[in-house]
């Protein structure tokens, strides 16, 4: 079992950058990997970004491309979404979630997940 926590949501302006971070305890944490995905008032729950085990691998949606980085610290048992150049369509719940084999982009592919974090993004 993984309990994962999310933290750092708020209300921002469109073009402000936040950082969302994610504690993780229960496993060992190093063995997973992690991802993100947000979920939008009346929008299915969409992948955001991904990091393998490790670190060495990061996968991103499209949409969040060279504004958005993903990272972790296994010594702290930590994941990291910094997001750059908000826009007012990025407002949602973002989930952290913790996936035992490759990272995937779907929701069945994870095996744990956090209670989410609201973002606002605001004009």
């Known amino acids: 079992q993984v309990q994962l926590v999310e933290s750092g949501g708020g209300l921002v302006q469109a073009g402000d950058s936040l950082r969302l971070s994610c504690a993780a305890s229960?496993?060992?944490?190093?063995?997973?990997?992690m991802g993100w995905f947000r979920q939008a008032p009346g929008k299915e729950r969409e992948f955001v970004a991904a990091i393998t085990e490790g670190g060495g691998v990061t996968y991103y949606a499209d949409s969040v491309k060279g504004r958005f980085t993903i990272s972790r610290d296994d010594a702290k048992n930590m994941v990291y979404l910094q997001m750059n150049i908000l826009k007012l369509e990025e407002t949602a719940v973002y989930y952290c979630?913790?996936?035992?084999?490759?990272?995937?982009?779907?929701?069945?592919?994870?095996?744990?997940w956090g209670q989410g974090t609201q973002v606002t993004v605001s004009s």
């Open positions: 229960g496993r060992t944490f190093s063995n997973y990997a």
């Open positions: 979630a913790a996936d035992s084999s490759l990272p995937g982009t779907l929701q069945y592919e994870y095996d744990y």
